[in-house]
């Protein structure tokens, strides 16, 4: 279970690397990426997230900011908000 320190630290990485990240193109370069990703919170907290993890916890929180999105849109597939949209809405609206 990811702990709010361990989101934000996955969000802050994300955002501080973030045109890195769009360079690398897909498959194994962004693989290799979120392997250091998990290994930097995995290190810092003594967790054993896997890169899968990491990239499915963020790609989650992106899903729920849209989901937010839609909502407050008044589109009826936003119906359902969740308490990470909630949290990092304004964050991500502001597309690092």
């Known amino acids: 279970m990811w702990t709010y320190d361990e989101v934000r630290m996955l969000i802050n990485e994300r955002k501080k690397d973030n045109e890195h990240y769009h360079s690398l193109g897909g ?8 392997t250091s990703i998990a290994a930097k ?9 896997t ?3 990491a990239s499915e916890k ?3 929180i992106i899903k729920d ?3 937010m999105e839609l909502s407050f849109n008044g589109d009826q597939r936003g119906s359902s908000q ?15």
């Open 51 to 53: 890169r899968w993890q």
């Open 65 to 67: 900011y849209q989901l």
């Open 27 to 34: 498959g194994s370069c962004k693989q290799a990426w979120w």
């Open 82 to 96: 969740t308490r990470n949209g909630e949290r990092y809405h304004l964050e991500f609206r502001e597309r690092f």
């Open 41 to 49: 919170i995995n290190q810092r907290f003594r967790t054993s997230y």
């Open 58 to 60: 963020f790609h989650g």
